[in-house]
């Protein structure tokens, strides 16, 4: 019974100890908690920091789809461009292929012409061989001169016989 009864310095001293041991307690749950908030304080800035990066990515990514939209439709302007390109090319391809035939043809119409040129050329040149030259032309009308005057000395005569001779003969004289 003794140890049921307790001194008031025991009781001094336990509740001495109690305190302390409860002090020792309350410091280290400090110790945590403020271990706890440092911790708190650091995911929190964590976080902030990491929503800051989750916007920029979002910003970028924004900026990244713009920019790709703005490519889509640089891509299908130029797409058609090329397109409208190729169909004027492939009309002046074909108009360039109409010249080329015609060009072919007319070369053909030339060397056709060409050569009807010649033998005309050569014709004329064989007429031109035929005609008389001008010393043949002076030839010609000193003969015609001849013949004019002995047709008119021949026509007084015949004119004379004429009279003279019956219509039937004048043929055989004229002949």
Do not use: C, F, W
């Not at 409860?22 to 110790?31: E, L, N, P, V, Y």
């Amino acid at each position: 019974m003794a140890d049921s009864h307790m001194t008031y310095a025991q009781a001094l001293n336990e509740a001495k100890q109690v305190i302390l041991q409860q002090a020792g307690r309350i410091k280290a749950d400090t110790d945590k908690l403020k271990t706890q908030q440092q911790m708190i304080v650091d995911q929190t800035a964590a976080l902030s920091e990491r929503d800051s990066r989750i916007k920029e990515h979002e910003s970028r990514i924004e900026h990244l789809s713009n920019e790709n939209r703005d490519l889509t439709a640089s891509l299908s302007e130029a797409t058609t461009a090329r397109e409208q390109a190729d169909t004027i090319i492939n009309r002046q391809g074909e108009r360039i292929s109409s010249l080329q035939n015609s060009i072919s043809e007319m070369e053909q119409r030339i060397d056709e012409m060409a050569t009807q040129l010649a033998d005309i050329t050569r014709e004329r040149d064989d007429l031109a061989s035929r005609l008389p030259t001008s010393e043949d032309a002076d030839a010609l009308a000193q003969m015609a001169a001849l013949l004019s005057k002995k047709v008119a000395g021949a026509a007084t005569a015949t004119t004379a016989a004429k009279e003279t001779r019956p219509p039937g003969l004048r043929l055989a004289e004229a002949a």
